[in-house]
């Protein structure tokens, strides 16, 4: 299976970054222009997608583009997402994460190689991923929706990448 990856253009990743670091989704046009041409550009081979499409829009655009046959809804709790974002702590010069009670750094607060200092993402804080992830569920329920009713939809339920993976794996392997 290919992952699509997009390099951003200078002017075009500082929008996104704006939109992000704010808690807000990045418009469905940027989307779209981002995600389009690199598409195309694998369309006759197997490619994964994760966060894409996030709105209804999206998801129309992108089937008429290019039919979608099997899409991945993972449900995990909102608890469960915002205790692992509280964890999450960042060494922002070489993005190394760290989360605390799973991947914790030797030094409490510090980066292991360096020993500077680890920050909160702006877009990883409490407050801003719940709205988030209000604004997730609003946006997202039509494109699950639209995805269930043409049959592509899979659901996976769980707390841990351990409880959930083994079923992820076995559903792409009838795919593939």
């Known amino acids: 299976m290919h992952c699509v990856l ?4 200078a002017d075009l990743g500082r ?9 807000s989704f ?4 940027t989307m ?9 550009s ?36 909102t608890s469960v997402i915002l205790d692992r974002v509280k964890s999450r702590w960042v060494h922002l010069p070489s993005g190394r994460v760290y989360s605390i009670g799973f991947n914790d750094p030797r030094v409490p607060g510090k980066d292991d190689i360096t020993g500077e200092p680890l920050s909160q993402r702006e877009d990883d804080k409490p407050e801003v991923v719940q709205r988030r992830l209000q604004d997730y569920v ?22 841990t990448t351990d409880e ?6 076995n559903c792409i392997a009838q795919y593939f």
């Open 32 to 40: 779209i222009s981002l995600i389009g041409e690199e598409i195309e």
């Open 42 to 77: 694998v369309a006759d081979r197997n490619w994964l997608l994760d966060g894409f499409p996030r709105t209804l829009t999206q998801a129309e655009r992108l089937q008429k583009l290019q039919p979608i046959n099997l899409v991945m809804n993972l449900v995990v709790p």
């Open 164 to 169: 959930m993976w083994p079923k992820i794996r």
């Open 6 to 9: 997009i390099y951003l253009l």
């Open 138 to 159: 609003t946006k997202t329920e039509p494109v699950v929706r639209f995805y269930r009713e043409i049959g592509v939809l899979k659901d996976f339920h769980g707390n």
């Open 15 to 23: 929008e996104v970054k704006r939109y992000m670091n704010s808690g």
């Open 26 to 29: 990045v418009p469905d046009d």
